[in-house]
């Protein structure tokens, strides 16, 4: 992590010197509060993801997790079915039915080539709900 630009603690935003609306290009390294104070406003992470997911509540979007077998569509709210994760859906189901622990699902999911959105192995809360859902 790199050094906040103003008062010299940890940085954790790359604040545009110039607006990107007006074409700025350049950044500086910001901590939380020195990035509210050049918004005039607080700007830590609660605050800004309840702001985008107001926003994205105005705007008629999805707001939370894409269930397992389900892929959500560019317009940011249509959700259609995906097949392969239906079919990972569906062996964890039959799994379960046959009296495994979710631990073990997910040991036999990887070993079947399954693996979560971000390409790893699946943990027991990720199997708990694929099971779960309805």
Sequence with gaps: MSSCFECGGEAHHD?????R?????????????CHGKAHERVMNIRALTKDALTRKK??????????YGKTLLGDGVTLVDN???LRMVEM???????????RDIADALLVAGYVNRQGRKLNHR???KMVRAA
């Design 126 to 128: 990720a199997v708990l």
């Design 92 to 102: 964890a189901r039959g799994l379960r039915r046959d009296g495994l622990s979710l």
């Design 15 to 19: 604040h545009h010197v110039v607006p």
């Design 58 to 67: 105005r705007a008629s979007q999805r707001v939370g997790s894409i269930p």
């Design 21 to 33: 609306s007006r074409g700025g290009t350049k950044t500086v390294p910001l901590c939380e509060d």
């Design 83 to 85: 097949e392969g994760e």
